[in-house]
């Protein structure tokens, strides 16, 4: 069957950190990854795109990695801070006539002083 | 500002009560979407539109229809409600240009829909 994972469990570090989020999937062709920020009550908020043919793309602390043979996305906050604390949520994009998007659970994330 | 709106944001309704819930892009958007979000599952999309009288099934299409008659709006209509379409929806939008990817997609504020 289909299906993407990520960390079910809420990811508690510490401020200064880095911060590390894992997006599994199987059974899926996705030609692209993305991650998205969501706070409590909000819409998600895009964060990264990763293309298929890319291996890493960064953006200010915020770094995505994306291995098409593992099936696996990483991302990471650097120097993470309270302000980073919400839910993370790794969506792919799939081709079917059309795009799809598939939505993993997401990982809560809690970042402390 | 470039925004996606909802109308409205919260709804409560009744088993069977015809409603429909706006969505609204002002960026000239090609591809819209719609979502329901639950706790555990995570987004799901329920139909998604590429370009004006173009749209598509989701996952969980099921118990909802879409139209997109004009390319700023992409309303979702639940013509006989049932308790189990509680939820909160979201509208995205995104460039989405021809044979390129969705690309960003700008999500709106969400609707909290309880049907009793």
């Known amino acids: 069957s289909q299906k993407i994972e990520q960390n079910s469990e809420a990811l508690n570090i510490q401020e200064g950190k880095t911060a590390t989020l894992t997006c599994n999937y199987t059974n899926y062709s996705p030609a692209y990854l993305q991650w998205y920020r969501q706070d409590p009550g909000r819409g998600p908020v895009f964060l990264l795109l990763i293309r298929e043919n890319e291996k890493e793309k960064r953006k200010e602390r915020l770094k995505v990695t994306f291995d098409t043979t593992l099936k696996q996305s990483l991302f990471h906050i650097t120097a993470s801070q309270p302000a980073d604390s919400a839910t993370y949520l790794c969506a792919l994009d799939i081709m079917t006539g059309g795009f799809k998007t598939i939505f993993g659970a997401g990982t809560r994330l809690f970042v402390k002083a | 500002e470039a925004q996606v709106t909802q109308n409205p944001r919260y709804l409560i309704t009744v088993t069977g009560k015809k409603l429909t819930v706006t969505c609204s892009q002002n960026?000239?958007?090609?591809?819209m979407s719609w979502y329901r979000q639950d706790p555990g599952l995570g987004l799901r999309q329920i139909y998604y539109?590429?370009?004006?009288?173009?749209?598509d099934k989701g996952d969980v299409p099921e118990g909802y229809k879409v139209s997109r008659k004009e390319k700023r709006n992409f309303p979702l209509i639940l013509e006989s409600p049932s308790p189990n379409q509680t939820s909160l929806y979201f509208c995205a939008s995104s460039l989405g240009a021809s044979g390129a990817s969705t690309d960003t997609q700008y999500f709106g504020p969400g609707t909290r829909l309880t049907v009793l």
């Open positions: 539109s590429m370009n004006v009288e173009v749209t």
């Open positions: 960026m000239n958007h090609e591809y």
